[in-house]
């Protein structure tokens, strides 16, 4: 965007912060770490129905026992899963409506549980024609999708010669702040348990620092095939807010057909799914198997003190307005890779500089 007269407002100047009233001072958080299990991508429909019976039983199970949650979250996948050699046509036939079947039947356990829901699902929207969205989606007691956060960009150049060609903010951020405004491009659900923000992002502090200074008192960070624990943990210690980190599990039931479970691809990013509170304590954490954890907050007191970041912006403003990003946003509106391999290709023709993370 080149005219940025437009933004409105998205941060207070006393510290303050939008809410809405709370249902009741204490809020219960559950993290359900589950398997992931890629369906099929040519023949999705069984895999699909599969991973969604699994899904509803967990809940189930999350709500049976140790007590009810006023929130439960998943990983970034419980519903597709993740298959590495995916192309441009095998994603569009894996992807959901959201709403459709899939999460209609999540949000009907939501509603049956009067409870929120957050997990990620790969989408299609027909706006976005041949697009594929990483979205994490937040279902509520009422029975009815809450809220839905686009992630906001992919990682580049973890793997090298191939990179992830689902469509993010930053790939078509143009015409997306002109279609959904400032406001979503870090969106924050104000419910009655909390200001809740989720994103399926790694290794972007910056990104999450704005999450809390737009008021978000909980942020749900989700991952598949691993994560950086600390870069997770550093979240609520930074920002003083809480942070739920949702990996998967070690698979169950049958072997994942890519890789041994100790080299996924760390060995110690399997599982470690975990609550941190506002100092970065750690509230639970899991092991490496299915499970569930949960935490008691109380929101009502965190609320009453608790104020955005407190940074002094004038000693670095400078160097961010220099600052040029590896390569330019939008990109994905001019052409969509098809494939993986044309995806790294497109990144290193458009990049200023090539950055690698193995």
Same mark, same amino acid.
């Given at each position: 965007?080149?005219?940025?007269?437009?933004?409105?407002?998205?941060?207070?100047?006393?510290?303050?912060?939008?809410?809405?009233?709370?249902?009741?001072?204490?809020?219960?958080?559950?993290?359900?770490?589950?398997?992931?299990?890629?369906?099929?991508?040519?023949?999705?429909?069984? !895999?699909?129905?599969?991973?969604?019976?699994?899904?509803?039983?967990?809940?189930?199970?999350?709500?049976?026992?140790?007590?009810?949650?006023?929130?439960?979250?998943?990983? +970034?996948?419980?519903?597709?899963?993740?298959?590495?050699?995916?192309?441009?046509?095998?994603?569009?036939?894996?992807?959901?409506?959201?709403?459709?079947?899939?999460?209609?039947?999540?949000?009907?356990?939501?509603?049956?549980?009067?409870? &929120?829901?957050?997990?990620?699902? #790969?989408?299609?929207?027909?706006?976005?024609?041949?697009?594929?969205?990483?979205?994490?989606?937040?279902?509520?007691?009422? !029975?009815?999708?809450?809220?839905?956060?686009?992630?906001?960009?992919?990682?580049?150049?973890?793997?090298?010669?191939?990179?992830?060609?689902?469509?993010?903010?930053?790939?078509?951020?143009?015409? &997306?702040?002109?279609?959904?405004?400032?406001?979503?491009?870090?969106?924050?659900?104000?419910?009655?348990? !909390?200001?809740?923000?989720?994103?399926?992002?790694?290794?972007?502090?910056?990104?999450?620092?704005?999450?809390?200074?737009?008021?978000?008192?909980?942020?749900?960070?989700?991952?598949?095939?691993?994560?950086?624990?600390?870069?997770?943990?550093?979240?609520?210690?930074?920002?003083?807010? &809480?942070?739920?980190?949702?990996?998967?599990?070690?698979?169950?039931?049958?072997?994942?057909?890519?890789?041994?479970?100790?080299?996924?691809?760390?060995?110690?990013?399997?599982?470690?799914?975990?609550?941190?509170?506002?100092?970065?304590?750690?509230?639970?954490?899991?092991?490496?198997?299915?499970?569930?954890?949960?935490?008691?907050?109380?929101?009502?007191?965190?609320?009453?003190?608790?104020?955005?970041?407190? #940074?002094?912006?004038?000693?670095?403003?400078?160097?961010?307005?220099?600052?040029?990003?590896?390569?330019?946003?939008?990109? &994905?509106? +001019?052409?969509?890779?098809?494939?993986?391999?044309?995806?790294?290709?497109?990144?290193?023709?458009?990049?200023?500089?090539?950055?690698?993370?193995?």
């Amino acid at each position: 965007m080149s005219d940025r007269d437009d933004i409105p407002q998205l941060v207070r100047e006393d510290g303050t912060y939008p809410t809405v009233p709370l249902r009741k001072p204490v809020t219960s958080i559950a993290i359900v770490q589950t398997r992931v299990r890629g369906v099929d991508g040519a023949n999705p429909a069984a !895999g699909l129905r599969e991973n969604l019976d699994y899904t509803l039983s967990c809940i189930d199970k999350a709500q049976g026992y140790g007590g009810r949650s006023d929130l439960l979250c998943f990983h +970034e996948f419980p519903l597709q899963g993740y298959q590495p050699d995916w192309k441009r046509a095998e994603y569009l036939r894996v992807a959901i409506d959201v709403p459709g079947p899939e999460v209609e039947a999540i949000a009907a356990k939501a509603k049956a549980y009067n409870c &929120y829901i957050a997990f990620g699902c #790969l989408a299609r929207d027909p706006d976005w024609k041949d697009h594929v969205m990483n979205w994490q989606v937040l279902v509520g007691p009422e !029975g009815r999708v809450v809220d839905v956060h686009w992630k906001q960009r992919n990682v580049r150049g973890m793997f090298p010669g191939s990179e992830n060609i689902t469509t993010t903010i930053y790939d078509v951020f143009d015409r &997306y702040v002109e279609m959904y405004g400032w406001d979503r491009v870090i969106p924050i659900a104000r419910t009655d348990i !909390g200001n809740i923000a989720m994103s399926s992002v790694q290794f972007e502090q910056e990104l999450f620092r704005c999450m809390a200074m737009k008021g978000a008192e909980i942020i749900c960070r989700v991952a598949t095939g691993g994560c950086e624990w600390e870069d997770m943990r550093l979240t609520s210690y930074h920002n003083d807010v &809480y942070t739920t980190l949702v990996n998967n599990s070690v698979s169950t039931g049958s072997s994942n057909p890519h890789f041994f479970e100790e080299n996924a691809p760390r060995n110690n990013w399997i599982g470690r799914s975990a609550i941190f509170g506002p100092r970065g304590e750690v509230l639970t954490e899991a092991g490496v198997f299915e499970t569930k954890r949960r935490a008691a907050i109380n929101m009502e007191a965190f609320r009453k003190k608790h104020r955005i970041p407190d #940074l002094h912006i004038s000693l670095y403003r400078h160097i961010f307005n220099q600052y040029r990003e590896r390569y330019d946003h939008s990109a &994905y509106l +001019e052409s969509l890779p098809q494939d993986k391999v044309e995806g790294a290709r497109m990144l290193k023709d458009a990049a200023r500089w090539m950055n690698y993370w193995y």
